[in-house]
């Protein structure tokens, strides 16, 4: 069991480039999340999907894209990015009878 | 929505002293709290829970206790030791009866530093 597994783990990009972040998890869980962590702001949702087939926004959702490929992918798309965009983004997942949400180990973004 | 605030920022501790980091949220329909811990370079864990109808809970040298009417809850770790020495997050959610699509809400963090 890999859990959550996130790609890729470091990404530099130009203001105004696009990129997506892929997220995949082998616990057959229902519900997938994204979130931003910033310095002293904790952790933020971006984007969840409760279960395949549905998406719906978070508390930060301006600016980004998200796809509920399948059951096991959730990706999250960056179409323009800004520098207000450098951030730590994290994938979990959650499901069954655990109310237990599991973090990937986070992709590392920086916008110049 | 909810609003959880989280004190204080950072914690340092002496090893095998205890360490208590407290939130407090706003809405009163919340009823699930769970606190993770972030190693550096990882992913938030799951560390432990309590749910609005639990005063107190207790895993080894970890609990939780919750204060419903004062909305505030707290995590206390007891002879700490170097490993503790992390990121703690609480939380704060409410399950519905499906619950399959709940949302955190996180506090901000404390940085703990236990001192060998």
């Known amino acids: 069991n890999a859990g959550v597994t996130q790609t890729p783990k470091f990404q530099v990009l130009k203001t105004g480039q696009s990129m997506t972040l892929q997220c995949a998890q082998d616990?057959?869980?229902?519900?997938m999340y994204w979130y931003r962590q910033d310095p002293g702001m904790g952790l933020r949702l971006i984007y969840y999907s409760a279960s395949e087939g549905t998406t719906d926004k978070g508390e930060v959702p301006n600016g980004y894209n998200v796809s509920r490929l399948n059951k096991r992918e959730f990706s999250l798309r960056l179409e323009s990015a800004a520098p207000s965009q450098t951030s730590v983004y994290f994938c979990a997942s959650r499901g069954g009878y655990s109310d237990e949400q599991y973090f990937g180990p986070g992709t590392r973004l920086t916008v110049t | 929505g909810e609003n959880v605030e989280q004190h204080p920022s950072t914690l340092s501790v002496q090893e095998g002293d205890s360490a208590v980091i407290k939130c407090t949220y706003s809405?009163?329909?919340?009823?699930?709290f769970p606190w993770y811990k972030q190693e550096l370079g990882k992913g938030p864990q799951l560390i432990i829970d309590i749910r609005s109808n639990v005063g107190e809970k207790k895993d080894q040298r970890i609990a939780v206790t919750l204060n419903k009417t004062a909305k505030h809850f707290s995590l206390h770790i007891t002879e700490t030791q170097p490993e503790d020495s992390a990121v703690y997050f609480c939380a704060a959610s409410i399950l519905g009866s499906g619950g399959s699509n709940y949302k955190l809400t996180f506090g901000k963090g404390t940085l703990l530093t236990v001192n060998p």
């Open positions: 616990m057959n869980h229902n519900s």
């Open positions: 809405d009163s329909a919340s009823n699930y």
